[in-house]
């Protein structure tokens, strides 16, 4: 198979670096050139080695580099419309970050361009190329423990704001400037839009849509922030499974600008956890465990060393295989629709203190 | 994209092989993998992620100024007692980066024995092993490193048995998995560390003199192990070499 010519756009996004060690040793691709959003980010760039072209604007990059077949777009969610619209202009495929966008009009047109172009755009949900999840669910499609009745699942981390702001600026993190609720200075577009992965799991898991979600947000633990960092959802699905999701930042950081050791305040920096009951039984899973444990340098802090965070491997598989084979991979923009739905559902539920239904 | 789910070492191996285009071939029999008539000791425990972590925490110099090890291994019999000891032997010399220089042993038989050993580096280590679980029970081992600056371990503090990724409690059983690489789901961990033991020999070709050469040095460690036992006093390394 020709290796796929790929580039990656912005390097703003906290999951960039993930996709480094995977473009260089995955010989299906060939990683060609990034482009960075601004000069720090270059400079962090350039200080990896990573021997690959880094060009200050996208128009250069793409000028320089015809060949090119696939990017990353590994920006600002504010910037995707723009950036799809463009790759779609030139007939390059897509691996888009989490969130396309929060704007469903916005979304409904990158489903369209993305049609026209007849690209694919493949939306990163990493999870779901995690042995463990696999494991999950393998159990669960055999019946370990019967039909779903209750979910109860955490995707809560640090924040991410201190080395990648626009995760903290409600205009490029969820478009738009919208107050959480009347009398609450917060804006939409913190932590519910770093964590889609658990709405996206429950889906898979039960095989069924989220029929309605009722969620409150708690004072923010870094008052400073001008998006939520503190937030709870429940609701139920259209087959009557029950749910209740923390996607928090919930775990303190070191505010550090290039995300590194001694990150953590706490000790564990990020967790999926979940608890599924089901008419024969319960399964109790950490995604991301067990690991080493250490209190060493630079701050002495317990933490925890992850042993497994490989999840890209499977991700850049997958996508070069939807390329090349013309395949829609399984997180394409129609199937993810639903769960950006879900977390605007969640942010009217804020807003209107009430349950939210999910069309 | 299916996932793709392995029961066999050797498939996975193929997988892999083709996958990262790597032109070597093998077999994976028993702790070896035979490859261009050779038949190659494989260390697979030097695979294992918890392993490779707690060596860039020494490595990185998260850990400073090493101290200590103090390792156990117990199982139930699947392995023998000399196998147990021959990877601890080997993770002793791999995470301290230093050769064993002397060692003394106090052996039950051929079912449990306690070690210390001095690496030529300084670093001391307990090595505590058993073969004494009952059938069926899923082995235990713990792995700590006591440093100046930090201690790092592969147990969450305050536990005394390794934790599991997934637990199912049903009216039957209850149940544990841990899967640890997605690229070849399906083996049990062992069989994965073996795998990927396979794969580096014949990804990286100069890991086969290296592994063959430790292979020999760690079995005369075994034995000079048994020879502290017999003469009641240490035995100094005669194979010192570096890990």
Partial sequence: MKPLKIAIMSLTHGHTRKYYQTLKDNPKLDWVAVCAENETVREVFEAGNHGVPCYMSEQEMFDRHPELEAVVLASANSEHLRQVEECARRGIHILSMKIPTFDMDEYDRMIETVDKAGIICQVELEMHYNPVVHRLKKLIAEGAIGKILSVQATNITLSPVWAFPWQGVPEASYGRRIALKAGDERCRGGALCDHPHIFDLIRHLTGSDIDFVFSEVAPNIRPELEVEDML?????????????????????????????????????????????????????????????????????????????????IGLIDEFVDCVRNNKQPLINLRWHRQTIQAMNACYDSICNCSPVKVN | MKTAFFNDKNAALAYLLEKYQISGTGKINGNCLETGGRNIPLLPWRQERRFTELKNLIFNRTLEDVSTFRFASL??????????????????????????????????????????????????????????????????????????????????????????????YTAEKTECFTDVDAEIFGLSQSDVHLVRAAFKVLSVPETAGEWMAQDSHIKELVNEAKQSEANSKPSISKAGRKS
């Fill in chain 1, 232 to 312: 709870l959802v429940n609701g139920k699905m259209k087959d009557g499974t029950v749910f209740l999701l923390d996607p928090s930042w919930s775990r303190m950081e070191e505010r550090l600008k290039v995300p590194g050791p001694g990150w953590e305040v706490f000790p564990k920096r990020m967790e999926v956890n979940l608890t599924i009951s089901g008419e024969k039984g319960v399964l109790v899973s950490d995604c991301f465990g067990p690991n080493v444990y250490h209190n060493g340098a630079p701050n002495d802090r317990y933490t925890v060393q992850y042993t497994y965070f490989d999840e890209w």
């Fill in chain 2, 75 to 168: 199982s139930a019999g699947a392995e023998s007692l000399d196998e147990l000891i021959f990877q601890e032997l080997d993770l002793c010399e791999w995470l301290g980066a230093s050769p064993v220089s002397r060692l003394f042993a106090v052996f039950s038989g051929d079912l449990a024995v306690n070690i210390i050993a001095k690496l030529e580096n300084g670093i001391s280590a307990s090595v505590e092993c058993s073969a004494m679980l009952p059938k069926d029970a899923a082995p235990l081992s713990r792995h700590e490193i006591i440093a100046r600056r930090g201690v790092a371990s592969d147990q969450v503090v305050d536990v005394q048995v390794p934790q599991s990724s997934i637990y199912t």
